[in-house]
């Protein structure tokens, strides 16, 4: 009897679906179905009630075979395939140790620099900051135009004019460097706090909700209020254990001064508005006083910072627009202090990217110059290990495995490399970002606590794996049967060979570029550290003092100084005391700002008078910096209050303001707080540099300070080589004069020099990081193939040994091969490098962007290394015996 | 072991004397797609056991021999829980009594 038209459609499907079900188990299942479908369709027909109803549902019930087969297929492949080809991976992986380290450190290394480096970028770039709309938020800087230098500190009156004058910002707020000390009642006397002074739109100017009480108020600024402050997160839960019941109580702050505190900052708020002082970011806000007289009127001695928020509906071009004519307008108004004055914006995100904001292309360049050579390495080393298993491949396709398993079998070896590679890289970058977040100067704020971005782990890890997949299924799938056969006869392929060389030829291009710029920054580096800044900065103690507020005559101040240097000098082990008004390198920037000055008897024409730096000193001042005195002589003990006006100046002043006449004798007029002065120059003393190293020394006019009792001052000393002189004992001769004095800053002048090259060090750590990746990189290219070429090389080698040749010829062969690959990746990256290093310029000192001796060192360098690659492969090329290589394979 | 709501009618209808697949689908009124893999998930943690029945039935009744499932005492212990977690259906012990194999026609 012919089965029924539904039963036959239902066995149908059910055989269809049986393709899906593991081999093993195909047969017991298909007579599973079959069986109970015939079943229920004779229990129909028996009981004669073979409705349409029930057809569809016989055919509704085969339909259901599909997911169990899909069940069975799921189950089978989980359990059986992908584990078995797991063990067998890394059981061949193990089996060839070198390679599967090899791919391990070019995976994490190529993973983790442009995971690292990606994340940095998007921390920098996109990540929203913390603050509301702040792309709105724009710094505010002056410009000098006669030097170029940007980024300064706003002087007042300029501030003051800008704040009233400008249209397109909605709101406008200046920040104030100031510090406090916090008095805990019993408590030691502490270091100051870095504070800043805030007019009162400066919490609206950030837009954000304060995380405790609440910002400044207009009524906070009223004469006679009490006075408040606002705490920064971190000195909240540092010292006043992060207690939320601190807003509405009182601190005391300096010494004696009860401060309402206000509000609580949120936490991650860092504006680096203190820029150019260094200094670490104010933990404490207090409310700025009106505007003073003296405030009105400087326009030279810039020290404020400006925050605005853009008005709505304006571009930053506008608004630059705007400030350009507002400074124009300033010069025509001041042209005696304004005439080279600008002012420049700065967004908010580009000022807390601070230098990195300009480099960073260049570093993402660096970044994709390495995850390329990553890629070719990843290529390289699956092309070299396809080869030499492709007699492997050829033996199991032989014994029946399809073409399908055996390229499964590469995928799950080169998952499971690009998985353990790829945990590796995480953990490199996560270790990348702390170290630059340590590492960083202090203008990058953002680099802080850099999250890794899930996006830029993917594309590192996605590009690496994409080229182990290329290379690594490549020969297998290559592997046609006739092939197959052919490998298994002979044992050995010669393909790819030429892709390979030409791998390794572009690693070593690439790693010749990066090594060319690293190398570029590490010769300026040296150039600037060896730089003669003018004194000598060995076994110099550095103490910034303020006296204002407890010396407060000029007179006392004279006396206090004096005294002080004194008490230095006395200390045993002490070569020669003074101090200085403004530091070179000190933190605290007073009088920097060059001031108008006369040279009497000089025809005075119609541009703007001279400017120059004029400097109070106490003392032993050159003698412990070591500044030569060039001409003339010093200033001594004769030089006080009453005896007439004296002046020193700079060699550099000398050039620009004589520059062929004698200074000595000379009368000089110019002001110094207020008071005027009539100075006969005495004497000439050496140059020296002030801000960096690779900015040229400034023209300086020195006074005695008794004659002007000036009252922040460095205090310099010098003391004898090995000598037990420390920075707390020249602190306690402080606090023996004054116990409540607070000493801003202290350090060694060294230290002071070294802190400036915080940001070089930070490019040529992150360059060089690179350069040296890559460079290993390469090194492990050319390694991988002329240890590949070698084992394929060895029956030529045996022949040529078995014919007397020397050892020594076969070092060569292997040698050659390998320099041979050097000089031309060297050549490549040369005619590369060419093009790209100019882009450095701007990071270069004392060196040109095409220095011939960089170029030539890397090169030799680069070609060296390859050499001593080949040492082990040329160990195995001449230790191998030629009568077994030649009887093996034959 | 995942104690669906399926997977505890499925076993009820075992615990039931259903031992068919077909059978348990018609117990359970659950698509066959669904009850199949239960009953190899039940397999494959030993909780049913599976054989093929008698060739004699088979030849008797003119069709291939079908596959019957069992449940092993940890079938039973897991039914038990199964029940104190979800309210079994009065209706597949009912069906049991009226459609037991052998009573059915």
Known sequence: ?????????????????????????????????CAELEHRSRQLARRSDSTWSADVDLIRRALGALPDAAWLRRQFTLDADAVRDTVHGLRMLATTPGFTVSVLVVFAIGIGATTAILSLTDALLVRPLSL??????????????????????????????????????????????????????????????????????????LGLPMLYGRGFAPDDYRPGANRTAVLSHRVWSDRFGADPSVVGRVAIFDEKVPYTILGVMPPGIELRLVERSRRPEPLVWLPRPAFDGAELNNRTQGYWNLIGRLAPGVTLHQAEAELAVLSANLAREHPKTNAAVAAEIVPLRAHLAGSLHALLPLFLGAAAILLAVACANVATLFLARGASRVREFA????????????????????????????????????????????????????????????????????????????????????????????????????????????????????????????????????????????????????????????????????LFFAELVDRMRALPGVVAAGAVSSMPFGEAKILSDRMPFTIVGRPTGTEPEPLINIVPVVGDYFRAMSIPLLKGRLFDGTDSPQSPAVALVSQGALRQFWPDADPIGATVRFQLLGRRYEARVVGVVGEVRHETLDRPARAELFLPHAQSGFGSMSVVVRSAPGSAVTIRMLKEQVWALDPALSIYSSGTLDQLVSKTLTGRRFNLLLLGGFAAATLLLATAGVFALVSFSTTQRLREFAVRMALGAQRSDIVRLVLIQAVALAMTGVAIGASVALQLTPMLRALLFGVTSNDPATFVAVGVALVAVAAAACYLPARRAISVDPSLVLRRDV | MNFTYPTTLVLHALANGFRHGFDIIDATELPSGTVYPILRRLERDELATADWEDHAIAREEQRPPRRYYELTPAGRAVLAEARARFRVPRSIAARARRLRPGESS
């Open chain 1, 1 to 33: 009897m012919m089965p029924r038209v539904p039963l036959r459609a239902a066995l149908a499907l059910v055989r269809v679906f049986a393709v899906l079900v593991p081999a093993s188990r195909r047969a017991e299942w298909t007579a599973e179905w």
């Open chain 1, 132 to 205: 509301p709309d702040a792309d709105r938020l724009m710094t505010i800087w002056q410009v000098n135009r006669e030097t170029g230098q940007g980024r300064l500190d706003v002087a007042p009156a300029n501030a003051i004019d800008l704040m009233q004058r400008v249209r397109s910002f909605q709101t406008l707020a200046i920040a104030e460097n100031w510090s406090v000390k916090h008095t805990v009642p019993g408590g030691e006397p502490q270091q100051p706090l870095p504070a800043a002074r805030v007019t009162e739109t400066f919490f609206e100017v």
């Open chain 1, 395 to 558: 033996m199991r396709q032989a014994l029946g495995a399809s073409r399908g398993r055996l390229v499964r079998q590469m995928l799950t070896e080169s998952l499971l490399l690009a998985t353990l590679g790829g945990t590796l890289g995480l953990l490199l970058a996560r270790g990348a970002l702390d170290a630059v977040a340590r590492l960083r100067p202090p203008d990058i704020a953002l680099a802080d606590r850099v999250p890794i971005d899930a996006r830029s782990a993917l594309i590192a890890c996605g590009v690496t794996l994409l080229a182990a997949l290329v290379a690594g299924l490549l020969p297998s799938l290559q592997l046609s049967r006739p092939a197959a056969a052919r490998a298994l006869r002979e044992g050995r392929s010669s393909a790819g060979r030429r892709t390979h060389s030409t791998l390794v030829v572009l690693e070593v291009a690439a790693a010749f570029v990066l090594a060319i710029g690293a190398g570029l920054l590490t010769r300026s580096f040296v150039t600037l550290v060896h730089t003669d800044p003018g004194f000598q900065s060995d076994h110099v103690s550095v103490l910034q003092v303020f006296a204002y507020a407890r010396q407060n005559t000029p007179e006392k101040r004279t």
